[in-house]
């Protein structure tokens, strides 16, 4: 079964750096989404990407955060200049713009801001 | 904007008992209610999903139920077993439209806070 894929699993960074987190998601999906989950909290909307463009974004997604798609089959969120409570677990998602189908995550990349 | 609220918290059953886990939403518009599970280290996996036409879906051993005029909805989990212990999440959104040119939301999900099943053997 397609799945979406995330990497790094884990990053490790110092506050104030910049990082990227990569995604592929599911080849045929062509919406897309990053949702973030503090350690022990619910899973937060961070943004939604359609059609190499914003789509919608929370109040959390403010100007150090920024999404591209830069080629057929990856998605990448990138902070600018990394907080401590930017740590938290990021899931990408995607999902198929027929029908409404259910959007697929994957298994988040960990990011521990230092 | 939307906000679904989860209880309970915390959820320990005995294995062979059911299981149910409640959400309530605020916002008529949803009209799209995943519910997903998420094992430890692992992202969120659907389970089952109800649309509002509906006011109750079953898949083997887990149904959802749906009451779009008091705006909650159940998961219901029979028979449970140990592999069913997890992070149990439900959420909202609008469905997507099916061709997005036409405008409208791309169906974010808005979820519950999540209830933490334990299923003992």
């Known amino acids: ?114 | 904007g939307e906000n679904v609220e989860q209880h309970p918290s915390t959820l320990s059953v005995q294995e062979g008992d059911s299981a149910v886990i409640k959400c309530t939403y605020s916002d008529s518009a949803s009209n799209y209610f995943p519910w997903y599970k998420q094992e430890l280290g692992k992202g969120p996996q659907l389970i089952i999903d109800i649309r509002s036409n509906v006011g109750e879906k079953k898949d083997q051993r887990i149904a959802v139920t749906l009451n779009k005029t008091a705006k909650h909805f159940s998961l219901h989990i029979t028979e449970t077993q140990p592999e069913d212990s997890a992070v149990y999440f439900c959420a909202a959104s609008d469905l997507p439209p099916r061709d997005y040119n036409y405008g409208g939301s791309q169906g974010n999900l808005i979820f519950g806070k999540g209830t933490k099943l334990s299923v003992k053997p």
Not at chain 1, 46 to 63: G, P, Q, R, T
């Open chain 1, 1 to 114: 079964e397609p799945e979406v894929t995330q990497t790094p699993s884990h990053q490790v960074t110092q506050m104030g750096q910049e990082v990227i987190l990569r995604c592929v998601p599911i080849s045929n999906h062509l919406y897309f989404y990053w949702y973030r989950q503090i350690l022990g909290q619910k899973v937060e909307f961070l943004v939604s990407f359609y059609n190499n463009e914003i789509s919608e974004k929370s109040e959390i997604f403010d100007d150090q955060f920024s999404v591209e798609r830069p080629d057929g089959s990856n998605f990448t969120l990138k902070i600018r200049s990394t907080k401590l409570e930017d740590s938290a677990m990021y899931f990408c998602a995607s999902s198929s713009p027929v029908g409404g189908q259910p959007q697929h995550f994957g298994d988040g990349t960990r990011l521990s801001i230092l």
